[in-house]
């Protein structure tokens, strides 16, 4: 039996799943938080301090939301009776295996189980299951709380209608599901950040810029640009009314070429302690400073969701 989601359990209290657990909330569910966290009242409630205010939904006032919130350290109570499960605990596949064997005990059959992971597939995440058909990855974009996107990574035993259960889930909290037609390693928004996030990598290790000139680079330039069009979109558009086979048939052996160039930097102590420090040095370090960058960049992103939903019909294809 299936019916409308009201409660949901969130397992593992790091950055996304506190997020989430924000998210949730503002949404008018109960959350059930499951954590081995000594300090899980006290991290609750700082997220939902610093993250409800940028949702894009009625604000409401941080005690109001944690009214709904309940912390239950032990998995078993805190999936028994709930509507659906969205894991995140480390990125560890053997805790994982483990924790979601123990879900599918403790939990209805017809809960939904999600997890948040970046990197496992499905299938290794179920693998000590007896019957995985049920659960599915359920990646958010960080940040998890205001980030439209989640990609939706079934197993090759996931079942269809699981997958349209939650596509229909993350909708109904204002998000954008993408699913995927067969499992992969890693997930598309992850690939396509890594790539990116590798010449970068090359370009300050290399003594081009630094760290600050090149996030300054990508929110100049592309980036705003990609906040608006997508890279197969954008290049259509660059190619004018002849679109996307005109420009690469213009470009194309010219940007072919210049893959050949790319960096392939490794992340060795000296490269990892250069980013570091210069990372450290443009936006500071500790608790102090996250909160002042995330707020500042929530309000930021807030600012451009916001943009973008007021435009969302400008540009639209005709039927």
Not at 112 to 133: E, I, N, R, V
Not at 141 to 146: C, E, S, T, V, Y
Not at 247 to 269: K, S
Request: glycine share 10%.
């Amino acid at each position: 039996m299936t019916g409308p989601v009201r409660t949901v359990t969130v397992v593992g209290a790091g950055t996304i799943g506190l997020a989430w657990t924000t998210l949730f909330l503002a949404h008018g569910l109960d959350v059930r938080l499951s954590t081995g966290r000594a300090d899980a009242e006290r991290a609750a409630r700082e997220a939902v301090e610093l993250f409800a205010p940028s949702l894009p939904v009625p604000p409401a006032e941080p005690d109001r939301l944690l009214d709904r919130l309940t912390i239950e350290p032990d998995v078993a109570k805190a999936v028994a009776g709930t509507d659906l499960v969205q894991e995140n605990v480390r990125e560890q596949l053997a805790l994982k295996q483990e924790l979601f064997a123990e879900v599918e005990r403790a939990a209805p059959d017809h809960v939904l189980l999600l997890s948040s992971s970046s990197s496992l597939s499905a299938d290794a995440l179920g693998a000590t299951m007896d019957d995985p058909s049920r659960l599915l990855v359920g990646h958010p974009f960080n940040p998890a709380h205001l980030m439209p996107l989640v990609e939706l990574v079934p197993g090759t035993r996931t079942r269809p209608d699981a997958v349209e259960r939650a596509a229909a889930f993350y909708r109904s909290l204002g998000k954008v599901p993408v699913a995927l037609r067969r499992p992969m390693a890693g997930t598309p928004a992850n690939r396509l950040q890594s790539a990116l996030f590798r010449e970068a990598v090359h370009l300050v290790a290399e003594g081009y810029l630094t760290a600050e000139e090149a996030d300054a680079v990508v929110t100049g330039s592309i980036g705003l640009r990609w906040a608006v069009v997508g890279p197969f979109q954008a290049f259509h558009l660059g190619g004018g009314p002849g679109g996307l086979r005109r420009m690469l048939g213009a470009v194309g052996d010219r940007m072919a070429a210049e893959w050949e160039h790319l960096g392939t930097p490794g992340l060795t102590d000296d490269i990892v302690r250069t980013l570091a420090e210069q990372t450290e040095r443009a936006y500071g370090q500790g608790a102090d400073a996250y909160r002042r960058l995330a707020a500042a960049r929530d309000v930021r992103q807030g600012a451009v969701l916001a943009a973008l939903r007021a435009g969302e019909d400008t540009g639209r294809a005709d039927p």
